[in-house]
């Protein structure tokens, strides 16, 4: 039965991961894109970077959306509607991810700090 | 037969790790200590040869067996298969501890006696508890409960591949060394060894784990590329993100060590870079191994394992920070001009700890706030690409500065040599900028061509102060970090990549490219069922195949790669419903890669450079 339910999953599905005829431009967008979203079923990896099912079907859709004329901020959005805000490989820069952000400065700045604090000290 | 084998060797091993600590700490002669060392080292290998000898007989009554091999899988995957799991891999741990260990103790005469029985004690604890680790928890001795199964599960069909056989030891021999450093450090705090004794005693083995990490994580790097059928070679995986923590740390202290033997400066940071590297690979192995990060590394997830880690790592990190926390500041009357190589020296720590900060704060960031019930959030590549890499720049830049500056009084460097460079590098960037890369890219390949210029003409003042051999070491690995960094950036700038769905007879042409796929043809092999496209690019023939392991009922794309000497050309066959058959909808993917060779060849040159500082250092100690 469990096999059966699969087969039908790969089937439906497999009409809509059909990649669609692009401009070389146009091409060069979803792959930029592509890297920005992330693969629904993984941690951390691209829907560039995967073959899993939900991976082709968002490729087919931004390429969908691509081709409606859609800008990549708005395609990006609509994908974190539907799938929410961690479909993003890049965090949004807000709050809660200020020291993520703020991480290799914040690092070199006390760095930095430390080495003329010592100096000081020494003369 | 074999499961009791193991169990006795390994009891054998775990024994002897103990008495090689209780003895060193009593102060036992070095003889006695080298005898135990070797006793150890034949215990865990005895206990590897079993397993290997289980894998290729298909010993299915040991359980690692069953879950992880399959009597059609090829030889030399049954034996790769020893150390593609959990089990085995850290069974290899402990045979690369085991030897490490051992040459130390071949080494031992030429360091001072109580520092190296006090090494030999430390290492005695650490292997003590990875031995008994794989004894009991983590057994690949287990027998299967019930009745022997007439055959196995398979191994993870993606792993079945030369670079399993090559890249996990490699990468292991990397890790393993740090225990090296680690023992030392806390031996030297212990014994209130002079620093230049410390940094001449730790820098080969630094030099030596970073060589081996270069390598190894490239051959990683390698297989993902031809083997995921995606087209990436780097795709800021947590499980690589945790691989390169240690190579940062290790860096970080082979170059401090460097600067304690010439201005006895960065002593105390040394140290404790020496705790926190050998820290990383447990901190990176736990992470992996109790499930905190998924991705196709975690063979199984474990919490009481990941526990034992926990525990292992806490009592020896926390143990040797203790100890650097508790050291008596010396007080370093330090003389040196702002501009000067000790400048740098302090400036290339920050960097490279910046460096390793971000990539922990990045991998760690998603698990800390579903720990605090946030709403889920993501941290890939565009992440790392634009936090990392600026840091990265500065490095490079560094890199080009630094060694053209020379110790305690600094000049500038040679003008002609700079303004060379400086024009190489405008040119560079320009390069780049007319075929539209991106600031990022143009900026890294800017500074690596700058940093490529710069070595190619040391100056004759830093000439005097350093051996040939160490400077001719030195330049290798820099030159090859500016040859890698330079490809990658050309790889990110000028990748171009077409998504098309085909059937045989079909072709399509997108920008300088003319893509048919002619025809496909069966090709199963021993435990897969597969077909090979031929595809032809613009006059060339590729042979793209695809393939099911029915046992895993599992894919892989066996990608075809035309390599040359400044692009590969990349054709990958997937069939979009999983399945092979008359219906199958075929989706063709086809990568024009620049630089692909280019980055191989920076890594294996910086490895090499690495390999012969630590030749160097081993040499002088």
């Known amino acids: 039965m469990r096999s059966l339910g699969l087969t039908l999953l790969f089937a439906t599905s497999a009409l809509a991961q059909v990649p669609i005829d692009m401009t070389q431009a146009q091409q060069e967008r979803a792959s930029a894109l592509y890297k920005e979203v992330r693969c629904p079923t993984c941690v951390a990896q691209a829907v560039g970077d995967s073959d899993a099912l939900l991976s082709q079907d968002l490729k087919r859709n931004i390429d969908a959306l691509i081709v409606a004329g859609r800008s990549d901020d708005f395609i990006l959005d609509r994908v974190s509607q539907t799938y929410g805000d961690d479909i993003r490989l890049r965090p949004k820069r807000e709050g809660r991810t200020a020291l993520l952000w703020a991480a290799p400065w914040v690092a070199i700045f006390l760095g930095l700090g430390l080495i003329l604090h010592r100096r000081r000290k020494r003369s | ?621």
């Not at chain 2, 074999?2 to 060193?24: D, K």
């Not at chain 2, 042409?509 to 199963?524: A, P, V």
């Open chain 2, 1 to 621: 037969m074999f499961g009791l084998v193991g169990h006795i060797s390994l009891g054998l091993s775990c024994l002897a790790t103990l008495a090689l600590a209780i003895f060193a700490f009593r102060g036992a002669g070095l003889a006695t200590l080298r005898r135990l060392t070797l006793l150890n080292l034949s215990g865990v290998a005895f206990a590897s040869l079993t397993l290997i000898t289980a894998f290729v007989v298909s010993d299915f009554s040991l359980s690692v067996v069953y879950q992880n091999s399959h009597s059609a899988k090829p030889l030399f995957y049954r034996i790769a298969g020893s150390w593609g799991n959990h089990e085995g891999s850290l069974l290899m741990w402990a045979l690369m501890s085991a030897a490490y260990v051992h040459i130390l103790a071949k080494l031992a005469p030429r360091l001072p006696e109580r520092f190296s029985q006090i090494a030999f004690a430390m290492s005695g604890i650490a292997l003590f508890g990875a031995n008994l680790f794989v004894a009991t928890l983590s057994s690949p001795f287990e027998q299967i409960a019930g009745s022997v199964p007439t055959d196995g599960q398979d191994l993870n069909p993606l792993l079945q591949d030369i670079g399993l056989i090559i890249h996990p030891p490699v990468l292991y021999l990397g890790y393993t060394a740090l225990l090296i450093p680690w023992a030392l450090a806390c031996a030297a705090m212990l014994t209130r060894l002079p620093a230049k004794d410390w940094a001449r005693a730790v820098k080969p083995w630094a030099y030596l784990s970073t060589s081996f990490l270069t390598a190894g994580i490239m051959l990683g790097s390698w297989w993902a590329y031809r083997e995921l059928g995606w087209g990436g070679w780097w795709f800021w995986d947590p499980v690589e993100n945790v691989s390169v923590i240690p190579w940062l740390l290790a860096l970080a202290l082979s170059h401090s060590a460097i600067s304690i033997q010439r201005r006895n400066i960065l002593t105390g940071w040394s140290l404790t870079l020496g705790v926190l590297a050998f820290g990383a690979t447990l901190l990176g192995t736990f992470l992996v191994r109790s499930g905190s990060l998924v991705s196709v590394h975690a063979f199984a997830a474990a919490p009481g394992r990941g526990l034992a880690i926990l525990a292992y790592l806490t009592v020896l990190i926390g143990g040797g920070l203790l100890l650097a926390a508790l050291r008596p500041v010396c007080k370093a009357s330090q003389d040196d001009a702002l501009l000067s190589r000790d400048t740098a020296m302090r400036l290339q720590n920050v960097l490279l700890m910046a460096i390793t900060i971000t990539i922990i704060v990045g991998t760690l960031y998603p698990p800390i706030l579903q720990a605090l019930a946030q709403p889920p959030l993501a941290v890939g590549a565009p992440y790392y690409n634009i936090s990392v890499i600026p840091v990265v720049i500065l490095t490079l830049l560094l890199m080009a500065a630094a060694t053209s500056l020379s110790w305690r009084e600094g000049t500038l460097p040679h003008k002609r040599t700079a303004i060379l460079a400086g024009i190489a590098s405008v040119l560079t960037a320009v390069g780049f900028l007319i075929f539209n890369a991106t600031p990022l890219a143009t900026a890294t390949a800017a500074s690596a061509a700058f940093l490529l210029m710069m070595g190619a003409r040391p100056r004759s003042a830093v000439q005097s102060s350093s051996s040939r051999r160490s400077r001719r070491a030195t330049l290798t690995a820099h030159s090859g970090v500016a040859i890698f960094a330079l490809a990658a950036a050309a790889n990110a700038a000028f990748d171009f990549e077409v998504d098309r769905a085909l059937s045989p007879g079909g072709s399509f042409t997108q920008g300088d490219y003319t893509l048919s796929l002619e025809r496909l043809d069966r090709s199963d092999g021993p435990n897969y069922l597969g077909v090979t496209g031929t595809v032809f690019v613009n006059g060339l023939t590729l042979f793209p195949e695809y393939r099911i392991y029915p046992v895993r009922e599992m894919p892989t794309t066996e990608a075809a790669i035309h390599m040359s000497l400044f692009r590969d050309l990349r054709v990958s066959l997937n069939a979009v419903d999983g399945r092979i058959g008359d219906q199958t909808q075929w989706a063709v993917r086809f990568h024009r890669k620049p630089g692909m060779l280019w980055i191989w060849i920076g890594s294996f040159v910086t490895a090499l450079g690495l390999g012969m500082s630590a030749f160097t250092g081993f040499r002088e100690l």
